[in-house]
C-alpha cells in the first residue's frame, strides 16, 4: 500500500504496525498532554481536525489522519 503523503517520522516511530495510535500514542507525537487532546474532544469531538473512533472506553486516532495533520494538511 502506498501513501500520498510519506510518513512523518516522529509518528513512523511510534505507529509501528498499527493503524491507529492511542490517545497517549499522540500526545507524544504531538508533544502534548494527553489531558490536553481530551478535552479538546471532550469539548469539539476531535483534536486538529482528527477524529477518533471511540473503541469502548479508549479514543484511537487515525494514523493517516495524524500524518496528514503533521504534515500541514487541514481537513
Do not use: C, F
Request: aromatic share 6%.
Amino acid at each position: 500500500m502506498t501513501y500520498a503523503n510519506p510518513m512523518h517520522p516522529a509518528l513512523a516511530e511510534i505507529a509501528v504496525g498499527a493503524d491507529h495510535l492511542l490517545t497517549e500514542e499522540l500526545a507524544r507525537v504531538l508533544r502534548r498532554a494527553s489531558q490536553t487532546i481530551r478535552k479538546a474532544y471532550s469539548l469539539t469531538g476531535h483534536y486538529l481536525g482528527i477524529r477518533p473512533v471511540k473503541l469502548g472506553n479508549r479514543l484511537l486516532w487515525p494514523k493517516m489522519d495524524v500524518n496528514e495533520a503533521l504534515s500541514g494538511g487541514v481537513k
